[in-house]
């Protein structure tokens, strides 16, 4: 039996980029199509701190940082949308074996390092997971304005608001859903020094400048990864 988690995500940031919805298409496991907006499918990588991760229903104080990196699109699967995950980097060898075997995603151990100044926040990854394509990420990224929920409809909210995702194990596809408030969401500039994840998820470069939104301090409860 898998046990639902709670946690807060803390240091978030969404950078996204465009691409072609054909290209997704052909990643995606059978029974997921491409959810796009604008005719478009996206791509985002989102560091983030995944702090105070516990089994749901006990005090945060028995909880665990887990820094993290994802690289995600997004799809739907008989009318519902969610997100689809190509990897999940995180430091913690505990928290890496106990999300593959529990929850069936596709997390890789990774060494992180994330530092919160008065000018932002600086995180860098390189993944050294065995047997895994290699990946690293390193980026600077701040907020700016002032927090508010995205706008409906726009693609903000496309890219934010999701509140289930699917992966793949026992029995084929397999999905759990995610419970949070509304984002509260900021602006971001961002410098990106190295990104080499969508590579390794077998992606040609990204181009252009991200999509990004910041976002802090939001309480998630997990529910139980559940065959479809």
Sequence with gaps: MVVPVSMTWDHLL??????RADVVAETLPEGLTVDTY????????????NAD???????????FDLPELNLRTYVRHDGDSGVY???????GLVGVLGARVAHFLPYYAASMDLEVTDRGVAFASERRHPGAPPARFRATYEP?????PAPEGSLTEFLTERYRYYTTGPGGLRYANVYHDRWSLRDATVRIEEN?????AGFDDL??????????????????????
């Design 53 to 63: 991760v516990r089994p749901r229903g006990l005090p945060r104080a028995l909880g």
């Design 144 to 148: 700016i304005g002032e927090p508010e």
């Design 14 to 19: 969404f950078a996204s980029w465009p691409v």
């Design 196 to 200: 080499t994840l969508p590579a390794a």
């Design 207 to 228: 181009e252009g400048s991200p999509v990004c939104s910041y976002a802090t301090g939001l309480a998630v409860r997990s529910g139980r990864n559940r065959s479809v």
């Design 38 to 49: 604008d005719g478009r499918a996206w791509l985002s990588v989102v560091p983030f701190v």
């Design 85 to 91: 995950f190509y990897s999940l980097d995180a430091e």
